[in-house]
């Protein structure tokens, strides 16, 4: 069977939602037994979103073979339990990029390089292979809104595709946006009409269109819709807010979205087997219990900048039968005086991850104070690093203990930059751009990890080697490896050669662990990743 293709676009305004829409999109399509994959198209200038700032561009996703992407591709993982890679993510940087190089390199053969057909072949180069293990549907999701001028090069390129590739094996769908005016009590269509006018005056008419809304839309609605967009009456479709995001393929499947896909595309009729979802919404709808948990960062006014966090989190509550608040704590509002004011009303304290020296020490102060009130604790990469620094400095007594990120002069740089290590092994780095000065000195990916027995961290994984993703530069010190658990932290998972901490853990503690990798990045509704499950059971066990 040949690859069918599936490309969402926006209109009227951003964070409508493509991502999840895609992601449930692709559900349905895997659940009637269809290999699927997705692909986020990104119209920004940046080559990946590795050195973007969370408070513009949310969380940055890390992939198995160290992408550094869109956090789209996070609820892409979630949904289909199917590992992403760099080729699922592209952006406009990395197309002219590739364009630019080629052109260095003369594969132009001295010709103008222009924005149709150079940039263009290339971005459909880039679709044409996210279908590398022949799935039956590749879904293409093109961030931004029609209109914009970043974003042209893409919706020009997937217009072209059709020709190529053949209507039966193309589609066009997209999500808009229909208000509801609450003082009028009524919803009004004219923004979705001017979005669909912007996209068939670039040539692309879409074959469905999916409308966000507050309310359910009536059918009158659906019909005008239709008619102003010139799309068949039963094409339109509401997607309507729903109060959890793993509600969305099942109220997707109500509306018969995915019958109207099958049909349009000619896939296999099969009806879709839904029962795990069936399952996993019943189970969010009946948690017995509920605990709060308080996230200690720096990026805490948004929230997407934790999204993959956030959801790891859901995940390990209904594993435990739990509803989990989440508690935000901005650290730099954290100091000595103030720490029972914030803890007060939580059970649980994670420390995520996050770059640069604000807000440091207010986490270092949250570690310590989870420790000496065994309160359970989970520290994430950075997490996992501030926890090593308030044992140094306050179990080991190791004055002015730091990481060389923060104090280059500390005489007891507990976490510092392993040039040896990166010089050795530069070959292993997965990074797009390899001459990146970001990026050059970054662990990212997947890396192995081995488990000491009897410990919490391999009791939760129930096994001793696993392989868990990172994005960081500096590491634990093996220095003070001995010091270190002589007083009573273990290292409880290190590297295969012994030579990268990975997971550091307190043997007279209710459930204290600090990992330097990051495992959000690896867990599912339907597959709860471990030491998220476990924490979650330890902060039910102690309230």
Same mark, same amino acid.
């Given at each position: 069977?040949? +690859? ?27 659940? @009637? ?17 590795? +050195? ?92 931004? +809104? ?42 009004? +269509? ?180 989870? @420790? ?172």
């Amino acid at each position: 069977m040949k +690859t069918k293709f599936i490309f969402i676009t926006g209109g009227v305004l951003s964070s409508l939602g493509k991502g999840l829409a895609a992601a449930s999109i692709g559900t349905l399509l895997q659940s @009637r037994g269809l290999r699927v994959t997705i692909q986020k198209l990104d119209p920004y200038i940046n080559v990946d979103p590795g +050195t973007m700032n969370p408070f513009q561009h949310g969380e940055v996703y890390v992939t198995e073979d160290g992408a550094e992407t869109d956090l789209d591709l996070g609820h892409y993982e979630r949904y289909l339990d199917v590992p992403m890679a760099q080729n699922n993510n592209y952006t406009s940087g990395s197309i002219y990029y590739e364009v630019i190089n080629k052109e260095r390199r003369g594969d132009y053969l001295g010709g103008t390089v222009q924005v149709i057909p150079h940039v263009t072949d290339e971005i459909k180069r880039c679709i044409c292979g996210v279908a590398r293990n022949q799935e039956h549907v590749a879904l293409v999701e093109i961030g931004g +809104t029609v209109g914009d001028i970043e974003g042209q090069p893409f919706l020009e390129a997937i217009r072209q595709l059709r020709y190529e590739l053949g209507k039966e094996n193309v589609l066009y769908l997209h999500l808009t946006l229909v208000p509801y005016i609450r003082a009028a009590g009524e919803l009004k +269509t004219k923004p979705t009409q001017h979005s669909v006018k912007e996209l068939r005056s670039l040539g692309i008419q879409p074959d469905i269109v999916l409308c966000r809304s507050e309310v359910d839309m009536e059918e009158s609605i659906k019909t005008k819709i239709a008619m102003f967009c010139n799309v068949d009456p039963d094409a339109v479709f509401s997607a309507v807010d729903v109060k959890n995001i793993y509600e969305v393929p099942w109220a997707f499947y109500n509306e018969g979205l995915d019958q109207k896909i099958a049909i349009m595309l000619k896939l296999p009729a099969k009806n879709p087997d839904l029962s795990k979802w069936r399952e996993l919404l019943y189970a969010m709808d009946n948690l017995k219990h509920k605990v709060r948990i308080g996230i200690v960062g720096k990026y805490v006014d948004l929230k997407e900048s934790y999204k993959s966090l956030h959801e790891a989190l859901v995940h390990g509550g209904v594993a435990n039968d739990a509803e989990v608040e989440l508690v935000h704590i901005n650290a730099e509002d954290l100091a000595e005086g103030n720490l029972q004011d914030h803890f007060r009303d939580v059970e649980g304290i994670l420390i995520p991850g996050g770059f640069g020296t604000r807000g440091i020490e207010g986490k270092i102060l949250a570690s310590g104070y989870a @420790r000496e009130n065994k309160i359970p604790f989970f520290g994430i990469c950075l997490g996992m690093q501030c926890a090593v620094i308030e044992f140094a400095r306050s179990i080991l007594g190791l004055e002015g203990a730091n990481s060389s990120e923060f104090d280059a002069d500390t005489p007891h740089p507990v976490i510092y930059l392993m040039t040896e290590w990166y010089d050795m092994r530069n070959q292993c780095l997965q990074t797009r751009n390899s001459n990146s000065d970001k990026g050059g000195t970054m662990r990212l990916g997947a890396y192995p990890c081995r488990l000491k027995p009897g410990t919490k961290a391999q009791a939760a994984y129930g096994e001793t080697d696993i392989s868990e993703r990172h994005r960081h530069r500096y590491e634990f010190n093996n220095a003070y490896a001995g010091k270190f658990e002589e007083a009573g932290m273990l290292l409880s998972g290190v590297s295969p050669d012994n030579s990268l901490v990975e997971i550091v853990e307190l043997e007279d503690h209710p459930w204290f662990v600090a990992c330097q990798f990051h495992p959000e990045f690896q867990s599912n509704p339907m597959r709860v990743h471990p030491l998220f499950r476990d924490f979650i059971r330890s902060v039910c066990e102690a309230s």
